[in-house]
Every structure is written in structure tokens, then in C-alpha cells.
């Protein structure tokens, strides 16, 4: 029964991600996101994965761990990119 409440908690975390990733790559900018906030979300995760492991508790639960850890990797590539081009967009407005 730990399993399927561990689940859900983290199809309930994952949920928000697929939002977060359309919404960076359609804003094309980093304002309003928090790449420090990112990070530590990917440590949690990892945490939770290396108990998982720990503990040899290594059930279908490690997939959704996975599955998470792939989005939020995936919305920090993106906010990179955005501050890319966040910064690119003010070196062109000073200099133009």
C-alpha cells in the first residue's frame, strides 16, 4: 500500500511538469522561473531514488521516480535555453 501512496505523490508532482515544459517553450524566456528551484527538485528525486536503492526497495515506483526526474531535466534544458535567449534579446536591445 506504500508503494501505490508513494505513487501517487509523485504522479501528482509529475503532473505539473508537462505544463511547466509547454509553458518554456512557448514563453521563450526565463523570467518568472527559478533554475535554483529546478536543481533542487532533480536533488530530491535523486534522493528519493538513491533510498529506493538503498533500502532495495527497487519497485515499479523507480519508473515514475525516472519519468519525473526525465521532465524536470527536460524544463531545465529549456529554462537554459531561455536564459540564452532572455540574454541574447537584452544584448540586442542595448545595442540596437
Not at 535554483?36 to 533510498?51: R, T
Not at 521516480?65 to 540564452?84: E, F, G, H, Q, S
Amino acid at each position: 500500500m506504500a508503494h501505490l501512496f508513494e505513487t501517487v505523490m509523485l504522479i501528482c508532482f509529475g503532473l505539473s511538469w508537462p505544463f511547466n515544459i509547454y509553458k518554456s517553450l512557448h514563453a521563450r524566456t526565463a523570467k518568472g522561473k527559478s533554475l535554483q528551484f529546478e536543481i533542487l527538485v532533480v536533488i530530491g528525486y535523486l534522493f528519493g531514488l538513491a533510498g529506493k536503492f538503498v533500502s532495495g526497495d527497487v519497485t515499479y515506483v523507480v519508473a515514475v521516480y525516472i519519468l519525473d526526474l526525465v521532465m524536470v531535466c527536460t524544463d531545465i534544458t529549456l529554462t537554459l535555453r531561455n536564459m540564452k535567449l532572455d540574454h541574447m534579446a537584452e544584448k540586442e536591445k542595448v545595442q540596437g
